[in-house]
């Protein structure tokens, strides 16, 4: 049979303080509870949250974890304790989603029927009718084949004035600056369309300087466009591999108004990594919005892939030379440490393609694993800040393009799946008292977490100084 001093870590969990049994008498700890299948009722409830120190709830709040959550069925008790526990886990991840701070979230939400109200109307799922209801914008964007991506780029648009420059009759360099004119024209209506659209649902955070790069990013971005969800939906997604500004202050100013705009920022994990694409992560985790990070497997197929892209645009380079030079990109170190390189660099024609092959296979297979690791599990900027709010915002780390579309359309759907983890472990094994996680459930990224710091968690909090809505 339960008593009151058995809901006593579960009222814990829901008011976010420690409760000391020593402060309350014996009498009131050994109070039987859902002794009848009546379970316990509201001002029952109350008289319970009374006799251990704790504030009454409103009966709204009551009902909300009466019904477990979100699907709001008023009820006239709780149940059992199993139900109670539910109850309690539905309303630590709305506490932690839109709070981040368990204390705070009971402060806000236990006695204040409006706000709460707006909580648990801000949780429930998108109307897919309004999205199905969408028109077709005025301007369309036009395609540009992953072949000519590149065009948009500066570094060749840099790259063909200074061959000009130098020799004012290099035909073959006249004949890509006309091409290349002509793909920019493209990119300035397109940027023109993006620019006007009303609706703006995912930015795609990427670097692109070489051309495989271009064509790489243009066709991953156009399978999630045309996949046939996404494509129902009438989701508009920022691809940029399709717009092209005239400067680079033109260029800075257009993406950070589509940060602004987009509901989700999709972060493409490259063989290289830059400033621009980190703070767009950065800058959407600041305004408490989603960020999918892709990672791909980096397996036998995404190499072979690489090495396609790559061969179409260096078709003159030895295939070597091109498995050599993307090894010194992905594990730089190699030419030190690694037994088949130095033979290579001693004796090319003593190491075979397939011997490189097979090394780049593992090299960037053992890349993105760890890219994926610090993002998921390491980087502490993995977890960054809302900078209005407080809350802590982790980045949904994916590992496929089926798993990267059901996120995008369950994250402007509002329909991602939580579970809470309490007291986790670290990567080393270490137990994490008093932390509680909120992790994504297709991914089991770390969405929103709780500290357990007690002097960093009053720091913290007193500096950002929440207020209720």
């Not at 091109?322 to 090319?348: E, G, T």
């Not at 996120?407 to 939580?418: H, R």
């Not at 270490?430 to 929103?448: A, F, G, H, P, Q």
């Not at 357990?452 to 909090?461: C, I, K, R």
Request: hydrophobic share 35%; net charge neutral.
């Amino acid at each position: 049979m339960k008593t009151v001093n058995d809901l006593l870590p579960l009222l814990e969990q829901l008011t976010g303080k420690a409760i000391n049994p020593d402060k309350i008498c014996s009498e009131t700890l050994s109070i039987e509870v859902f002794n009848s299948r009546k379970g316990i009722g509201y001002s029952q409830f109350n008289e319970i949250l009374l006799l251990v120190g704790i504030d009454r709830l409103s009966i709204d709040f009551f009902d909300f974890i009466s019904s477990e959550g979100y699907n709001f069925e008023p009820k006239n008790s709780i149940k059992s304790f199993k139900s109670l526990e539910i109850g309690i886990e539905e309303y630590t991840k709305m506490a932690l989603l839109f709070y981040g701070n368990i204390k705070f979230a009971f402060k806000a939400l236990s006695r204040n029927d409006e706000v709460l109200e707006k909580r648990i109307y801000d949780y429930l799922p998108e109307d897919r009718d309004k999205y199905f209801k969408r028109h077709e914008p005025l301007k369309e964007i036009i395609d540009i084949a992953p072949s000519d991506a590149y065009y948009l780029g500066y570094y060749i648009e840099d790259e063909l004035a200074k061959r000009i420059e130098k020799n004012p009759n290099d035909s073959e360099a006249l004949l890509l600056e006309s091409k290349r004119k002509e793909i920019v024209e493209i990119g300035k209506k397109n940027d023109v369309a993006y620019l006007a659209s009303d609706h703006l649902d995912v930015y795609v955070a990427t670097s692109m300087r070489k051309p495989h790069e271009f064509a790489m990013v243009n066709k991953f971005v156009k399978e999630i466009s045309h996949d046939k969800t996404i494509k129902s939906l009438k989701l508009r997604i920022f691809n940029p591999t399709l717009a092209y500004c005239n400067n680079r202050i033109d260029k800075g100013l257009s993406e950070a108004l589509m940060l602004k705009r987009a509901k989700c920022t999709i972060y493409l994990a490259q063989e290289s990594e830059t400033l621009g694409k980190d703070s767009e992560l950065a800058s959407t985790l600041a305004q408490g919005k989603v960020v999918i990070a892709y990672v791909p497997i980096g397996n036998k197929s995404y190499v072979d892939s690489l090495l396609s892209a790559l061969s179409d645009f260096d078709k003159d380079v030895d295939e070597k030379e091109v498995i050599i030079n993307q090894l010194r990109i992905f594990n730089p170190d190699l030419a030190w440490n690694d037994n088949l390189i130095q033979s290579y660099f001693k004796n090319k024609s003593a190491i075979s393609i397939k011997e490189l092959k097979d090394k780049l296979y593992d090299v960037v297979e053992n890349y993105y694993e760890g890219r994926a690791s610090g993002l998921k599990e390491k980087h502490p900027l993995g977890i960054q800040v809302n900078l209005k709010s407080g809350v802590a915002n982790g980045v949904i780390v994916s590992r496929s393009v089926k798993d990267t579309i059901a996120l995008v359309v369950d994250t402007v759907q509002n329909t991602l799946g939580f579970t809470v983890e309490r007291n986790p472990t670290d990567r080393n094994g270490n137990v994490l008292k008093n932390y509680i996680y909120l992790k994504e459930n297709r991914t089991d990224s770390i969405y929103r977490v709780k500290s357990g710091h007690d002097l960093l968690t009053t720091s913290f909090w007193n500096f950002y100084n929440q207020k209720q809505d």
